[in-house]
């Protein structure tokens, strides 16, 4: 971990204990500072409410979403 911050041009630190509400706030955070998703996971035809929180915030937010199937590496896009 040291080597990473020492080698990243920002660190940010959403919370300091692991906890669902600072999980849900990192994944909100990196998504408010994106234009896209790539996501590795098999929610492509799903459902909003069956999606990964941050992916269902993601396609809420009308970002351009790529899911890579983690078993066929299939490529499906929401855009």
């Known amino acids: 971990m040291e ?3 020492r ?3 920002e660190c940010v630190t959403i919370g300091k204990s692991v906890s669902q509400e600072n999980y849900v706030l990192t994944n909100r955070y990196l998504t408010d ?3 896209f998703l790539i996501a590795v996971s098999d929610h492509a035809d799903a459902l ?3 999606m ?3 992916e269902a915030y993601a396609f809420q937010k009308d970002l351009g979403i ?3 199937h983690p078993d066929t590496v299939e ?3 929401v855009f």
């Open 48 to 50: 909003p409410a069956d």
């Open 3 to 5: 080597a990473l911050i």
């Open 52 to 54: 990964t929180q941050m």
């Open 75 to 77: 490529v499906k896009g």
């Open 66 to 68: 790529i899911f890579i």
């Open 33 to 35: 500072h994106v234009q």
């Open 7 to 9: 080698n990243s041009n």
